[in-house]
């Protein structure tokens, strides 16, 4: 999918923004609350079965790494890494006058879509936020399974519980390990990063980077919104796409449909009585990132002796990372489809 803006027709926009107007007018209903709570009740009790003990033998594991001495001064480049995950066409990068161009046509290409995209960030999401929650909740729910619009939901999870034995581990890391486990699963994109370039792994591959980003350094990228504005914009459309997505909303006929399913989910009568386990650390790692990471540390490529490099710092790096998720999330809420280069902006 192109990075640029011109594959979305502005009147798809429009109607997303009309969308996200009516997701913040939604009324929550006296029922919510008790829905919510028996909704969160069987995702609990049913996560408690499956995926916590596939965690749990995750996280053991990693409390017994023994971490090498890992400098932490990529932290720059970590973040080039990725947003370059993110591009689907590569992009000029190391080149600044090719990169400059391909930067200033991306962000021109936002402006028929700037009408609807700030009305999007304009919109009280207080309500939205409740609505999104629950949609969460239900999409949680269905992957495993079960169907909270079905009449037979409270009997599916109890038959799901059934007698199956809890878990009752609770993952503990070690003090301060979670941040350096954080960070080299952060590390696997940098492995990609030198394999294109051909930049052997190891303490000099880090001092050779550096040296091919610093031409960046004069590369702006200067879109006709605010940062922070396509922020608000990205956040509102993710949750704009979950409530339609998963909550049916659509619609009058949907949204009473939507309302039947709260009612029946404040009145239902779960048989959960068993606390689920606690849940493991927020933002524990995939392990296998992890073990990518702790290879690359091996190999001395952030070895303590790169923790003094200078990694240069390129402002247009947080704006090209907005861009992309508001680029996303308005490709996903129109539904936008999959291109690849584009022959209008050459994005």
């Not at 965690?55 to 090498?68: E, G, W």
């Not at 400098?71 to 006058?97: Q, R, S, T, W």
């Amino acid at each position: 999918m192109t990075a640029c803006f011109c594959a979305i027709p502005p009147e798809s926009s429009a109607k997303a923004a009309a969308m996200a107007k009516m997701c913040a007018s939604l009324v929550v209903p006296p029922m919510m609350p008790a829905a919510m709570v028996n909704l969160q009740a069987a995702a609990s009790a049913t996560a408690a079965i499956d995926p916590f003990a596939d965690m749990a033998a995750s996280a053991l594991p990693l409390s017994k790494f023994t971490m090498p001495e890992v400098g932490f001064g990529l932290g720059p480049l970590v973040k080039i890494a990725a947003v370059l995950k993110l591009l689907p066409n590569k992009m000029a990068l190391f080149d600044p006058i090719k990169l400059q161009a391909e930067l200033d046509a991306m962000a021109k290409s936002i402006a028929p879509q700037a009408a609807s995209l700030k009305a999007m960030a304009s919109v009280n999401t207080s309500v939205m936020v409740k609505f999104s929650a629950m949609a969460s909740v239900v999409a949680e729910l269905k992957a495993a399974g079960l169907d909270p619009f079905e009449v037979d939901f409270a009997e599916s999870v109890t038959e799901k519980i059934g007698s199956a034995p809890r878990p009752s581990w609770s993952p503990t890391l070690p003090l301060g390990l979670l941040p350096k486990l954080q960070f080299l699963a952060s590390l696997p994109p940098l492995a990609e990063i030198t394999e294109e370039l051909d930049i052997a792994p190891g303490a000099e591959a880090a001092q050779k980077l550096s040296s091919m980003l610093k031409p960046l350094l004069p590369v702006v990228m200067m879109p006709s919104l605010p940062i922070q504005l396509m922020i608000k914009a990205s956040m509102t459309m993710s949750m704009v796409e979950n409530i339609s997505e998963n909550l049916q909303m659509g619609s009058p006929e949907a949204r009473q449909k939507s309302a039947a399913m709260m009612r029946m989910m404040a009145s239902a009568n779960l048989s959960v009585t068993l606390a689920p386990p606690p849940p493991p650390p927020l933002g524990l790692p995939a392990l296998e990132d992890v073990k990518i990471g702790m290879k690359m540390a091996k190999q001395g490529f952030i070895s303590a002796k790169t923790s003094g490099v200078a990694i240069p710092e390129l402002s247009f790096i947080p704006t090209l990372q907005a861009v992309l998720n508001m680029r996303m999330t308005l490709a996903q809420l129109t539904k936008a489809p999959p291109i690849g280069f584009c022959t209008q902006c050459g994005v």
